[in-house]
């Protein structure tokens, strides 16, 4: 059963400043929380409804590298919040919060410069929350476990394949989950007491006492020698010298009818980014997006319908297996397995096959794209054929190890001049 007193007695405090420099160009102009996911989203709203939806209605958001997009969005999209219900929405950009005008250092540093606004909120817990990952998660399970364990800190864990494991910051528990080691990318992973073949790995979701962590944060402030990150030196030293807990996402995560696969992503690459969104298209996806009971909330653009038109052999607007948001036109091409965000208007004899399409894209009469993802805003010209020559498409794209093209307005106007 629910303890909804637990939600109204905590805050989320979401760390949404990274650039997230391996999405290449996609993060040239937005921060990695602003990049547009699933037709309508965008990246941080996974983060943030998951709060929602767990009842919390305190929720601080910092800012930093290139904030501009992703300010716009929570302002069009989440300024709902209502202070005479005791309920709020911060932006917290690393600019204006630093007295002597130095960004954020880490990440324990974002939240450190902000105690005076989390002190405001006069709230009893606080959760640290990744702004940059995509899944469904009940929170106040996490809560509730982390009051019965009476635990310093505890973390949101995924569990993972060890071979995967390398890449991330896994936890070596005990028979209890409560955490005895913590390391970062290890060479030799360590697993799970009762499965060697798996690993738990952070999840970049921590819960605390509040007044534990202001803590933890000022004697962190005052040692010379930290880099002021959470996993790289409040976490280890509670661990060392206190009670961390694991929470294990399968007892937290979100799902809805015959879906019962825990799904979390980290789309900070270019083909993972095209994987998860294309993975939408799938009969029955992993990630239900349609799930009303517990709802992805964003900015509810105002648009037309998606329009199909042309009914004549070789040239007929169609969309197979495929998601097609508002505004979009699809005047005579063909539509396989692919993505389109709002706006997105194909001509005639056009062909997209496996594609990820970001808003207010053009695709030119008898262009053929495959296997690519689509910057936003980007006149993709007549006749231009993408992901059906790979050293052509090498020397015009950034392409990926698995052959995904990046195409973006620069390689566009290159290509064109």
């Known amino acids: 059963m629910r303890e909804p007193n637990l939600s109204r007695k905590a805050m989320a405090f979401v760390l949404a400043g990274g650039r997230g420099s391996r999405l290449k160009e996609l993060t040239d102009n937005r921060a990695k929380p602003a990049v547009f996911f699933g037709g309508k989203t965008r990246i941080i709203d996974f983060a943030l409804s998951n709060a929602l939806n767990s009842g919390i209605r305190r929720i601080g958001v910092a800012t930093q590298y290139k904030a501009h997009s992703l300010i716009r969005h929570l302002h069009n999209g989440w300024s709902f919040f209502r202070a005479e219900r005791n309920e709020g929405m911060d932006i917290l950009p690393a600019s204006q919060r630093a007295a002597d005008g130095t960004w954020y250092l880490g990440t324990a540093d974002a939240v450190t410069q902000n105690i005076d606004i989390i002190e405001s909120y006069g709230v009893e817990y606080i959760l640290i929350l990744a702004g940059d990952h995509i899944y469904k998660q009940d929170y106040q399970v996490m809560l509730r476990q982390h009051v019965q364990s009476a635990a310093d800190v505890t973390i949101g864990c995924v569990e993972v394949p060890r071979e995967e494991a390398s890449a991330l910051g896994v936890m070596n528990v005990n028979a209890d989950d409560r955490i005895i080691e913590f390391v970062e990318k290890p060479a030799d992973p360590p697993t799970l007491p009762d499965n060697d073949q798996i690993s738990l790995a952070s999840m970049g979701i921590y819960v605390f006492r509040t007044d534990d962590l202001i803590e933890h944060l000022r004697a962190d402030a005052a040692d010379p020698d930290s880099s002021h990150d959470f996993g790289k030196d409040i976490i280890p ?163 990926t190890e698995n052959g995904v093209c990046l195409v973006t307005r620069k390689s566009i106007q290159a290509i064109t001049a």
């Open 237 to 399: 030293k509670i661990v060392a010298h206190g009670k961390a807990m694991a929470h294990r996402f399968s007892d937290s995560c979100v799902s809805s009818g015959d879906i019962n696969k825990p799904y979390w992503r980290d789309v900070g690459t270019v083909d993972a980014f095209w994987q998860a969104n294309l993975d939408l298209t799938d009969f029955t996806p992993d990630l239900d997006i349609y799930d009303q009971d517990w709802p992805i909330w964003t900015y509810q653009e105002v648009t037309p319908p998606a329009k199909f038109v042309h009914d004549e052999d070789n040239r007929r607007g169609s969309a197979i297996s495929s998601l097609v948001s508002g505004g979009c036109i699809i005047s005579g091409a063909r539509i396989n397995r692919s993505l389109l965000f709002s706006h997105v208007h194909c001509r005639s004899y056009s062909s997209l096959k496996q594609v990820v399409v970001l808003p207010k894209v053009e695709i030119g009469r008898r262009a053929r794209i495959k296997n690519a993802v689509i910057d936003r805003g980007v006149d993709i010209p007549e006749g231009l054929e993408i992901g059906y020559d790979p050293e052509l498409d090498a020397s015009r794209f950034t392409r």
